[in-house]
């Protein structure tokens, strides 16, 4: 309770939602079981007592806290441990590359059970289990935002900065190109190499990022070669994500694409702060 309500001082509500819904499933079992010892507690000490006695003082007051433990032993078990892994679950944006769609900070709320029935589709906010490679050194279990850009049988390309989906230009409004990078991809493709799908993404002046699948995987004397070859489309069972603000994003062009078993959720609503509540994606 303590490390809530330090939370809760230094970031504020939204800091304080975010921590409960990253709250890890052995502290909230731990939780419940207090819970649960001192709810048998009072029943124990209540049910000593003559009856008159429990309506009235101290096992008044002590009554009523067992109804609170009674309310947050449901209520952990029904968010924690059904709704939370199955249906609805919290997601903080930590950084810039979905502006303007998404800003640093917005918290949404991810639909987990959509995808249960129905197939991602291209233009949907995806939130993701990302690859080792799209991860800083270290880094343990993270999700991440970006939108879905290539569905299974696509063949998805980026020319001078226009994408093509299936040999037809595509309209982004939602894109960002403001942020000033080091690093600003023109031209993207997925195509095969040595058996694999890989991505492929360059600048203006052909060079290519260094934290890339393309510049670790593809041998020197085979790059000049490999930007010629036929763009593939997205594999069966795996999708491309890209992130809205494409000059400022580390996303599916730089280490590939995602299985469909590493798919959390669709990104629905923004609900935190006030000032941005609204669908996730922008529209009315």
């Known amino acids: 309770m303590l490390s809530l309500l330090a939370q809760y001082e230094e970031s504020g509500i939204g800091g304080l939602i975010e921590t409960l819904a990253r709250t890890p499933i052995d502290k909230v079992v731990m939780f419940a079981v207090v819970c649960t010892l001192i709810r048998v507690g009072i029943w124990k000490y209540l049910h000593e007592q003559p009856p008159h006695i429990r309506k009235q003082g101290w096992p008044r007051v002590l009554g009523f806290f067992q109804e609170v433990c009674d309310a947050l032993i449901y209520a952990g078990i029904l968010v924690f441990l059904l709704i939370r892994p199955y249906v609805i679950q919290t997601f903080k944006i930590p950084s810039e590359s979905m502006v303007p769609t998404l800003l640093v900070s917005d ?3 991810v639909n987990k059970a959509i995808y249960r029935y129905s197939d991602p589709k291209s233009g949907d906010i995806v939130v993701f289990k990302p690859p080792q490679l799209a991860k800083d050194p270290g880094q343990g279990d993270i999700d991440f935002v970006k939108r879905l850009i290539g569905t299974p049988g696509q063949v998805v390309e980026i020319r001078d900065r ?11 409004p939602y894109l960002n190109r403001e942020l000033p990078v080091q690093f600003q991809a023109v031209d993207f493709k997925l195509v095969r190499y040595k058996g694999e799908i890989i991505p492929l993404i360059r600048d203006a002046e ?3 990022p260094n934290k890339s699948i393309y510049d670790s995987a593809v041998a020197q004397a085979d790059r000049m070669r490999v930007w010629d070859l036929q763009a593939e489309p997205v594999p069966e069972d795996h999708y491309l994500m890209i992130g809205d603000n494409r000059d400022g994003s580390f996303d599916g062009r730089f280490w590939g694409l995602i299985e469909r078993k590493d798919i959390v959720g669709k990104a629905w609503l923004r609900f935190w702060p006030p000032s941005r509540i609204g669908m996730a994606d922008g529209k009315k």
Do not use: A, H, K, S
């Open 107 to 109: 918290l949404l709320i």
């Open 206 to 208: 052909g060079r290519t």
């Open 162 to 172: 226009q994408l093509y989906r299936n040999g037809v230009p595509v309209n982004e």
